[in-house]
């Protein structure tokens, strides 16, 4: 895709705490394709990556220095099939080699409802109690913004410039209550498709090691 060079002196909120002013890092230039900011959603195919306050060129195949802030995954689930526990213990020691990661099991329906919207209700205080004040909140949800694995890349970096913790959030069979969608900094979706919370937390695994491969350069992500 062709990309049109402009001076990079747009003012876009992280939803943060930080903003991207158009200063450039010392020694790297300022100009920078069309598309190349976060919204924007193109940066990395570009050759760009835009974070708050600077523009870093984003080479294929090297490494960033990236801050690595501990990742929880909070998945609301009953115990996970013996194929899919072994399948995602191999994906998260994979990456554990670049961030700590932890994960909180909530489960499903406390109360025992066959109220879909109590289950979501009481499923998502539960949820809520789980996360910090400080957690940046990704919540996965099939009506959320699609990304692709650059984008990924990029959201786990400015997570790091920022200094915060990163909290991903799967909700149950009948999805989030409105108040965790609301606490989300960012709403997402690994697919269009509504995928088993088993499938769900696999996918997501796999998602963050390739995208912390693209942030150290490592040949996996082609």
């Known amino acids: 895709m062709p990309f049109a060079t402009f001076s ?33 959603r193109p940066f990395l195919n570009s050759g760009y990556v835009c974070r708050p306050g600077r523009i870093v060129r984003a080479s294929v195949g090297k490494a960033r220095d990236v801050r ?7 998945t609301v689930s009953k115990e996970n099939s013996k194929g899919a526990t072994l399948f995602a213990k191999e994906l998260l020691e994979k990456l554990e ?3 700590p990661v932890s994960s909180i099991i909530v489960k499903p329906n406390p109360r025992n409802s ?7 209700e009481t499923e998502g205080e539960k949820v ?8 940046f909140v990704v919540v996965l949800d099939e009506r959320g913004k699609e990304l692709r694995s650059e984008d990924l890349a990029y959201l786990i970096a400015a997570a790091g410039d920022d200094g915060r913790p ?8 009948y999805g989030h209550s409105d108040a965790v969608r609301e606490r989300a900094d960012r709403v997402i979706r690994v697919s269009a498709m509504v995928l088993n919370h088993q499938v769900a937390v696999v996918v997501l695994l796999e998602q963050l090691y390739r995208a912390w491969t693209i942030l150290r350069g490592v040949p996996y992500h082609h």
């Open 114 to 120: 066959i109220d879909p919207a109590v289950q979501r």
């Open 128 to 135: 809520l109690k789980a996360l910090d004040a400080r957690d």
């Open 166 to 173: 990163l909290a991903f959030c799967i909700g149950g069979p």
């Open 68 to 74: 690595a802030m501990p990742i929880r995954i909070i």
């Open 97 to 99: 080699r670049y961030a």
């Open 8 to 40: 990079c002196e747009c003012n876009v909120s992280l939803g943060m705490g930080g903003t991207h002013p158009g200063r450039a890092a010392r020694g790297i230039r300022t100009a920078a394709p069309a598309g190349a900011c976060f919204f924007g």
